[in-house]
């Protein structure tokens, strides 16, 4: 059974939440970085931490290659089928392969007073599949 895609804002967002859309302005980007692929040693993708705002609060996205031109300052996005991630114990919103970002048309006032980056979660601990 598919699981249908909920709206959301960023206040409801939990860690680990998927499938679920979102929109949001985009607010500032960080330098852009490159990182090594775990696949592929030889292989470098671009990384920029990218502050993202809707009426409810802000959030960092993390976004790879094209992403990072694609999401413009200053501008309107939907986001479908993301997820939230936590990394160095920090909520991320991201797109991952089965999301996507879509310009929209769409304005609203944004609130950064709720930045949701900056609570503390711990990630939890993978369960292992088998029993000693």
């Not at 200053?74 to 479908?80: A, V, W």
Request: charged fraction near 35%.
């Amino acid at each position: 059974m598919e699981t249908e895609i909920k709206d959301t804002k960023i206040s409801e967002l939990k860690p680990l939440e998927n499938k679920f859309r979102l929109l949001f302005k985009v607010m500032n980007k960080s330098e852009t970085r490159e990182v090594s692929s775990k696949n592929n040693e030889y292989e470098t993708h671009r990384i920029s931490d990218i502050t993202v705002s809707d009426d409810t609060g802000s959030i960092l996205v993390s976004a790879w290659d094209d992403d990072i031109e694609l999401l413009e300052e200053g501008k309107f996005f939907k986001i479908e089928n993301g997820y939230v991630n936590i990394y160095r114990d920090s909520l991320r919103l991201a797109r991952g392969k089965f999301g996507n970002f879509t310009p929209i048309e769409e304005e609203f006032e944004t609130n950064d007073s709720n930045n949701r980056s900056d609570e503390v979660h711990e990630r939890p601990q993978r369960r292992n599949s088998y029993q000693y």
